[in-house]
């Protein structure tokens, strides 16, 4: 007996009614990043890994997935030097491309490649699959989709103004209540000064997973990289700072008195907040000192988002970065993005039961199949209903009523019509509700107005 197939762990299926779902959420998005005046791009699904590599730090490159140059490439090494060579050595020689990990990095990419084309500042998003090679776990997979926007070639803080704005606009039309959380890196730079932090990733790094590992487990993980414990239980009642988000700065001027870098991070904060004053926001945004967001190249605001109402963690990430092309040789271009966690959102909305109604449904019209000759009647109104934009099809076999009905009752088309000798005679079709049961007669352009408004 042949053995069932499967699907590789950390990644998914998804049936008709879940991609109306799905995509219920990537055209709202899509909408309010085109309102704002973003404009699409595409990427490779993978790309060299010289563009990927030292991006995303050293818990980034562990999670890179990575491509064999071709089928046959082990040929190259024998047996026993498979056995014993080093995995990272190994990768460099049969690996040279690998699944992209993010759209941030790519885009950086894309920006230099095609630096004679753009104007700036550029406003791009982007809605594609991302792959990962982490544990997967409720909320965590290892292939998902980002959507992403970003400015890149401007460092005015209005960008950060406006994707707030973005952020705030998607949860609400989308009907989810979230907390927006904002950070500055430059105010995390300055906390591992005071601290004596050589490397400030040793501290991020960390701080990022208080949320899954919580206090104790951050505190051994910097003592680890290297803070002592002194260093430590100064620094875990600045993350845990209380009060509005005036207070909170307030409470960092003082202790970043003779920190610039720190106090160049609360103004920025300051900033953003004053102008977000301007146009009253329906999700409330607080500072919170604890988020860190772990990937190397932000260097100013981090955003960051979570659901109020179910547990999901994270659901929307992204931050100021002011030198990420610099890697690939275009020097002093600033940007600042946001990625909304397409996967997350699905799972939050489906937990609470957030999808407006009838969205799964994609005929409105189902024509009962009696037999050929009704069937060539019914072809030219199926055309016309399709011109006017309305969804309709004919059952495909002349088959009992009862297996024809149930059909239209698990896709849960509305509306069934039944076109027989008398129908046909008349120039009219009988048509039934299936929600309410009831059953009227109508001519094509009665019909019609009717599917247009319901």
């Known amino acids: 007996m042949a053995q069932k197939p499967s699907i590789p762990k950390g990644t998914r299926d998804f049936s008709p009614e879940e991609m109306a779902k799905r995509n219920y959420i990537f055209d709202t998005i899509r909408s309010v990043y ?12 993978m790309e060299n890994l010289s563009t990927l590599t030292g991006k995303y730090g050293e818990e980034g490159d562990k999670l890179l997935f990575r491509i064999l140059n071709s089928g046959d490439s082990l040929k190259k090494f024998d047996r026993r030097e498979l056995l014993t060579i080093d995995p990272v050595e190994f990768s460099s020689r049969a690996c040279d491309r690998g699944l992209r990990y993010d759209l941030t990095v790519p885009f950086a990419r894309y920006v230099v490649q095609h630096n004679n084309e753009i104007t700036y500042p550029f406003k791009r998003y982007q809605i594609q699959p991302v792959w990962r090679a982490d544990r997967p776990q409720k909320g965590r997979y290892r292939e998902f989709y980002q959507c992403d926007a970003d400015v890149i070639g401007s460092d005015s803080l209005l960008h950060e103004v406006e994707l707030t704005q973005i952020i705030d606009r998607v949860f609400s039309k989308l009907g989810v209540r979230v907390s927006i959380l904002l950070n500055n890196r430059k105010i995390l730079t300055a906390l591992g000064q005071i601290l004596n932090v050589e490397q400030i990733t040793d501290l991020t790094v960390a701080i990022d997973k208080l949320d899954k590992i919580g206090w104790d487990g951050v ?7 290297g ?6 239980t100064r620094l875990r009642p600045i993350l845990t700072l209380e009060g509005t988000n005036r207070e909170k700065l307030d409470k960092l001027s003082e202790l970043f008195a003779n920190n610039e870098v720190g106090l160049r991070g609360i103004e920025e904060l300051r900033y953003i907040l004053r102008k977000l004053e301007l146009t009253p926001l329906q999700n409330k945004v607080s500072i919170d000192l604890s988020l860190a967001r772990g990937l190397d190249y ?3 605001t981090i955003f960051e988002c979570k659901a109020l109402d179910t547990e999901m963690g994270s659901i929307l990430g992204g931050g100021r970065y002011d030198d990420l092309t610099g890697v690939f040789g275009q020097k002093g271009t600033s940007g600042v993005g946001i990625s909304f966690g397409a996967d997350r ?30 069937v ?6 199926i055309a016309e209903l399709r011109s006017a934009g309305i969804s309709a099809e004919v059952y495909p076999e002349s088959v ?11 896709l849960n088309i509305p509306y069934v019509a039944f076109i027989g000798e008398a129908e046909m005679q008349s120039q009219t079709l009988t048509v039934k509700d299936m ?3 009831e059953q009227k007669s109508y001519t094509l352009d009665e019909l019609s107005q009717l599917l247009s408004n319901a």
């Open 34 to 45: 085109r309102s704002y005046g973003y404009r699409e791009i595409e990427t490779p699904a």
């Open 219 to 225: 505190q051994k993980e910097l003592i680890e990289r």
């Open 227 to 232: 803070l002592t414990e002194e260093a430590t």
């Open 298 to 300: 932000y260097t100013g």
């Open 345 to 374: 959102i699905f799972d939050v909305l489906n937990a609470l039961d957030l999808y407006p109604r009838g969205i799964t449904q994609t005929t409105k019209l189902m024509f009962v199949n009696f037999g050929d000759k009704e």
């Open 376 to 381: 060539d009647h019914i072809l030219p109104l």
């Open 400 to 410: 009992k009523m009862k297996k024809q009905m149930s059909y239209a009752d698990n």
């Open 435 to 437: 929600e309410s049961g």
